[in-house]
């Protein structure tokens, strides 16, 4: 249970995915690299060795469940914020994963208890410092934190029209501020993870492309769209570009032993 009185960041972000569970994998989800990767394959394609795994922000399981069809041996957990999207991945994953609704800054995990925590595209949603403290404490040593954000570069094309239009339609509402951005800066995150016991940052930046027929699914998934007046709305959706592109950043760092 969720003891401490939510921000007004959290209690935005529990309405929007009452509202919407799984539409992270309904709208960046269906973003394609070159290869035909989505963002969930190019963070699973670093999960290379054995031991459990724990996917923090875990949304409607779509991770879990990726990873589970690639090692259905491998014990995982996860945890989310949002009881909505506790509630979809429960259906989706059945009683074999244990889910917890909790923050990241407060993880109801035991110390050193899994070589590889996972986080896609929530990291930067969290307090970063308590949250990667909180991470580094339940990650083994040696263990690995893989980690999909946003780089800075902001989306482009179609997409990036979307998001100046949705800007533009919110323009004099009040919208509660949901998001860290130094988790899309590489010198701002390199210090936060060394301050909380990480060592060995690599990154990896990666194009998603996205096809005319997501963007209805994308407008959607942009935090404060329950915010907009429909007209401006429809005009959002009137985007017209051929492609939409967003560049995601995976981040990779190993758990410092603690001398």
Do not use: K
């Not at 990873?67 to 995982?76: K, Q, S, W």
């Not at 509630?87 to 993880?107: F, K, M, S």
């Not at 179609?158 to 501020?177: K, N």
């Not at 800066?185 to 990666?206: H, K, N, P």
Request: proline share 6%; charged share 25%.
């Amino acid at each position: 249970m969720l003891a401490t009185m939510p921000s007004d960041a959290e209690r935005s972000l529990r309405r929007f995915h009452a509202r919407r569970p799984g539409a992270t994998e309904r709208s960046i989800g269906l973003g394609r690299t070159r290869a035909g990767q989505s963002s969930y394959d190019l963070l699973l394609e670093h999960v290379d060795g054995p031991g459990a795994a724990l996917d923090v922000g875990c949304g409607d399981g779509g991770l879990l469940a990726r990873l589970r069809a690639r090692d259905p041996d491998r014990p995982c957990a996860g945890c989310d914020l949002s009881e909505a999207e506790l509630a979809a991945a429960r259906a989706r994953l059945g009683d074999g994963v244990p889910l917890a609704q909790a923050r990241g800054q407060a993880l109801p995990h035991p110390s050193g208890s899994f070589p590889w925590v996972l986080s896609h595209l929530a990291l930067m949603l969290m307090p970063l410092e308590a949250s990667l403290r909180e991470l580094r404490r339940v990650v083994t040593e040696g263990g690995t934190l893989l980690a999909v954000v946003q780089s800075e570069l902001p989306p482009q094309g179609a997409f990036g029209e979307l998001a100046a239009r949705m800007a533009a339609g919110l323009e004099g509402v009040a919208v509660p501020e949901i998001g860290d951005a130094r988790a899309s800066d590489r010198e701002a995150l390199d210090a936060l993870l060394g301050d909380a016991g990480f060592s060995q940052v690599r990154y990896r930046d990666v194009r998603l492309r996205f096809a005319p027929a997501t963007w209805s699914p994308l407008f959607d998934s942009l935090y404060g769209v329950d915010l907009l007046p429909e007209a401006a709305r429809a005009h959002a959706l009137a985007a017209t570009g051929d492609e939409g592109m967003m560049e995601v950043r995976l981040v990779r760092a190993e758990a410092t032993a603690r001398g």
